[in-house]
């Protein structure tokens, strides 16, 4: 499985961004596919994530009502809106087995795209 993660850029405070996610090879139906971000001098969090043969979601709670994950065929998609400097970062797309916030339980990675929010 691999990952490849883009439409990163940069935007004022307030504006919107949507970054994607495209895999390539087989992604079992059961997988979750996660966003996580990491901003400079800080460890990567988690930010949401969806099941790939649903549409459960779930959000890190700063990211809730501005941000929306959503999938379609093979790509996974987070719009961005709203966006604040706290959301600078270089967003990393995840996929795994589990229903994790945490970084570890995702076996496969994008090589990140990065967002750039001025105030």
């Known amino acids: 499985v691999q990952l490849q993660a883009s439409g990163g850029g940069s935007v004022q405070a307030g504006g919107s961004l949507r970054v994607s996610c495209t895999t390539s090879?087989?992604?079992?139906?059961?997988?979750?596919m996660g966003w996580f971000r990491q901003a400079p001098g800080k460890e990567r969090e988690f930010v949401a994530r969806?099941?790939?043969?649903?549409?459960l979601t779930y959000y890190q709670d700063s990211v809730k009502g501005r941000f929306t994950i959503s999938r379609d065929k093979n790509t996974v998609y987070l719009q961005m809106n709203s966006l604040e400097p706290e959301d600078t970062a270089v967003y990393y797309c995840?996929?795994?087995?589990?229903?994790?916030?945490?970084?570890?339980?995702?076996?496969?990675w994008g090589q990140g795209t990065l967002v750039t929010v001025s105030s």
């Open positions: 969806i099941v790939w043969n649903g549409d």
């Open positions: 090879g087989r992604t079992p139906s059961s997988y979750v």
């Open positions: 995840a996929s795994g087995r589990s229903a994790s916030r945490y970084a570890y339980a995702y076996e496969y």
